[in-house]
């Protein structure tokens, strides 16, 4: 799935997830190492642990980051499952 971000430097963020794990997070644009990071963490994770320990997260005075933009993403991927 390809999720456009609201609020980050990161324009958009792609993730497949299989057998309702979080697989294949990549990151378009945001502060590289940082999104390399989060993407490798989460590899693997389930799609409501990842929900349940990045949505939230704040970067600076911004009332989102990229972490917590993956957690908006995958509760979108959630919906269009329902």
């Known amino acids: 799935m390809n999720y456009k971000t609201r ?12 057998d309702g794990k979080v697989t294949d997070v990549q990151f378009l644009g ?3 190492g940082n999104t ?3 993407s490798r963490l989460v ?3 389930s799609v409501d642990e ?4 990045l949505e939230g ?7 989102t980051s ?10 979108a991927w959630q ?3 329902a």
């Open 7 to 18: 609020g980050t430097c990161a324009q958009m963020i792609s993730f497949d997830v299989k």
């Open 30 to 32: 945001g502060c590289h």
């Open 36 to 38: 390399q990071g989060v």
């Open 43 to 45: 590899e693997g994770m």
């Open 50 to 53: 990842v929900i349940s320990r």
């Open 57 to 63: 997260i704040r970067c600076g005075h911004k009332p």
């Open 66 to 75: 990229c972490p917590d933009q993956l957690a908006q993403a995958l509760k």
């Open 79 to 81: 919906a269009k499952q």
